[in-house]
């Protein structure tokens, strides 16, 4: 049996959550929604109009409007609207309920709003589909654990995290505030 130590200091303090967009096909403003939330250098209002305008102005397929949802979340969730993100990553479940990416980042949003139990799901959800960016579902798995009292669980999230994307500078930095002790 291992038993599992970790530093004083608080992940919420020291990580951040990961986030990731998702691939939009064609071109248009879906496709700039998509490259700004990729980019993540923008102006907030231009980047997340740019998104809304390709919501209400574009003809997509489910998964383009789903991902441009995703992405639109993605913007508003780093400009610290989580409200708005949360209910981009709703709709985009409605219309893709698989789509990975948008758990992963509905988990991240709870996180930035420091609502570590409610992040839980959506990224278990996150990474039972298999999101693309299903290392970063467990590394922000690993936060909401640790915050919530799972300190083992957080420790092999870490681990997994980097298992998954190795040297990853975020989760070895993580992993460093452990000690395992048998």
């Not at 248009?28 to 109009?49: F, I, P, T």
């Not at 479940?93 to 509905?106: K, T």
């Not at 500078?169 to 002790?181: I, M, N, S």
Request: charged share 25%.
């Amino acid at each position: 049996m291992y038993r599992i130590a970790f530093a004083a200091l608080a992940a919420a303090a020291t990580a951040t959550a990961a986030s990731a967009q998702v691939f939009v096909i064609g071109g248009g403003l879906a496709k700039d929604c998509y490259e700004d939330a990729l980019r993540g250098n923008y102006q907030y209002r231009s980047a997340e109009e740019t998104c809304s305008r390709a919501l209400r102005e574009e003809t997509m397929s489910r998964s383009n409007r789903a991902a441009t949802y995703v992405n639109r979340g993605v913007i508003r969730m780093r400009g610290g609207d989580y409200d708005t993100a949360l209910e981009d990553y709703g709709k985009a479940v409605e219309l893709e309920p698989d789509l990975g990416a948008a758990y992963l980042n509905e988990g991240a949003a709870h996180i930035y709003r420091k609502d570590f139990a409610s992040a839980l799901e959506p990224l278990n959800k996150a990474i039972t589909l298999g999101t693309t960016d299903v290392f970063a579902a467990y590394y922000n798995r690993a936060i909401a654990r640790e915050n919530t009292g799972d300190v083992p669980g957080a420790y092999y999230d870490f681990q997994k995290a980097l298992e998954l994307k190795p040297d990853w500078e975020l989760a070895e930095r993580q992993l460093k505030r452990f000690t395992v002790q048998q």
